[in-house]
DNA sequence: TTAACCAAGTTGGTATACAATGATGGTATA
DNA sequence: TATACCATCATTGTATACCAACTTGGTTAA
């Protein structure tokens, strides 16, 4: 891989946003951030520039910060990628190949060896990703990724235990059973419901936490709903 | 609004590539920029930036290019745009008051004043952009607003004939109509159709004049497919 | 004691110098 | 005449100096 400092610079951040070691709503400064990531702040505002794209740091006020978790946000982002998802799904079901599919599926059956590892962190996500991928349309990919990229510093704030872990994986090979037998409304009606599922159970568990995580330094907050766009047309 | 040399020089540059001046597949330097925009290098840097997201430049090799326009990526486009718009319809009938409706349809009646005016450069797109910011989701606005500008090139490469203007003016109304009756299935149907026909016309149109716009100096590939993403997940 | 003001420091925004890396064109040699 | 090589130029990537604007803290005066 190509190895800039801007690049690296990029990598770390999201890294550390990601892992919460950078706390949602932590102020930034490009000067500070030198140090920490041994590069000046020309790469590092170009990282910082790539992150907000990603919605992972936004300007306040002058400075940056990391983008703090925003209940509202979470809902709009789980709205969003429920229909991507089962728009793609429709896609995949055309456009994948037995081979994709048998071989996605292994890879299900597989992950529970690496539940507790680094790069489970993405956990289900990397099933949903690939699975759009399978949709052979870009947007519908970068759509999916970026809205699980979104979501994922949740995961931190959720209890992750063997057995739901075990039902998310259950209803992956569920989903992938009926791509695999073409079914078009069963698949989209598992998707549905499986994203629905996945919803509810974050956002009942991130309200009743949120007094507590507020305590840890998380800057967890309720934005209001984007007011009516009346008059900006 | 905020002037800063960066903002400046994005709106110019963003300005010049929408309208063709310049030209799809066009070579860019940051240093060449600087004179035209009159911004050093750190600014033009960024603005290069922020367009490369939006899918208007790219990096080709060391340097920069204006994005050339693909027709894979028209279809893509637009396949995602279908189903981002016909999800969407389905919250605006939930969520948008009368009276932001009314207000809607108005805009479209009042929307023939300004056929040939600099501001009818979106076209249609406005209505949709519109429309999809009843959804009261940044994510699906942002989604369609995004697709469109992805889009709007080729509407310079079309012939826009009062007919189909108005065509499309007729298709925009009954959709708001269904809207405002809350009729969900209604709306997303004419949604659909609306977004195909726009599809079709605008695809035939370019595979047909696609060797008389390349000779113009306008760079019109055809990206091969999306490869298989097996192996990469 | 309180309030107002001023100064110093910190911030991102910008311009620019320098380095590293390809590209390009010309020249020399076979 | 053709080909290979070398030098020069143009390119982005990076570091850094400077600037304007804002924040913050202390100090001074009422």
New binding site residues.
Partial sequence: MEA?????AYAALRAAILSLDLVPGEK?????LESML?????????ALMRLENEGLTQ?A????QVTPIDLAEVRAVMEYREAVEVAAIALVIERAGDDELTALRSIIASSPGKENEETGLRDGGDFHVALSQLSRNKFFADAMSGALTRLSRTRWLEVRTAESRAHARTEHVEIIAAVQSRDAERAAALVLSHSRGTRDRLLNHLSEERRRLRARGYSIIESSETPSPLGTV
């Fill in positions: 800039s400092s801007e690049t690296n930034l400064s490009e000067r500070g041994e590069a000046s702040r020309t790469p590092i505002r170009a300007r006020g002058r400075g940056w």
